[in-house]
């Protein structure tokens, strides 16, 4: 089974009080341009895998989605989810996504926001989802984005002209790291943004869209401390459709 940090009361305590978990996806800056890489959700069954507080879900819903299943490995994550929800098109259940069992249900529209780095092994995480995707169906997600995945401690210094630099520690070598954030020893899985895209490919997935998030001018006015993002982006967003079989 995965790890269940979100569970760890701590982590749970800590990781609410951000702004996106408090204020929903009006607050994940990077939602403008993940939404931009959906189809139309009216009609559609949709799965929000890795769904947290539920608040793509509610807005699945809020767009017509026929149907919206959210998944997610926290139990602490789901309850506030249903409390949160009122529209009845919406469930949620609770599911492992290393070990993930759709029982057979298919889908139009998979999403996923911040929660396949937390996989072991994405390739095969791909292929149930393809499974369970229609011919032509949408899977869009993002992860956090490889260079930040690897980023050393600290993460930035100066080169010989006085230039800030990041600090990156073994690119190429996946796997598993371990890391503080929030509180310390949360385990995540570093993979290049080369296998991302092969084990879309691999999987049965073509290409719609890929987008290494960063600030633009705007926002950086109103929050100069996100030139860091510049340097190297944190999210890694990715569109898919289901080729037919």
Known sequence: MAQNIYDDP?????????????????????WPALRAMLPDLNGKRVLDLGC????????????GAQSVLG???????????RERTENAAVTYQRG???????????FDVVFSSLAFHYVADFAALARTI?????????????VEHPLFAVRTEPEFSTDAGDKRVFLVDDYLGEGKRVTSWVVDGVEKYHRTIATYINALLDAGFSLSAI??????PELLVQNP???????RPMFLLMGARATSR
């Open 225 to 231: 401390d996100y030139i860091d993002h510049r340097i």
């Open 211 to 216: 987008d290494e998030w960063g600030p633009g």
């Open 10 to 30: 701590a982590f749970f305590e800590g990781y609410s009080q951000f702004p996106r978990s408090r204020e929903g996806l009006a607050a994940a800056n990077e």
């Open 71 to 81: 998944i997610d490995l926290s139990e602490k994550m789901l309850e506030t989810a």
């Open 130 to 142: 393809r499974a369970a995707l229609t011919d032509g169906g949408a899977l869009v997600f993002s």
């Open 52 to 63: 947290g507080f539920g608040a793509f879900a509610r807005f699945a819903a809020a767009e």
């Open 96 to 106: 492992d996504l290393d070990k993930l069992d759709l029982g057979g249900r298919t």
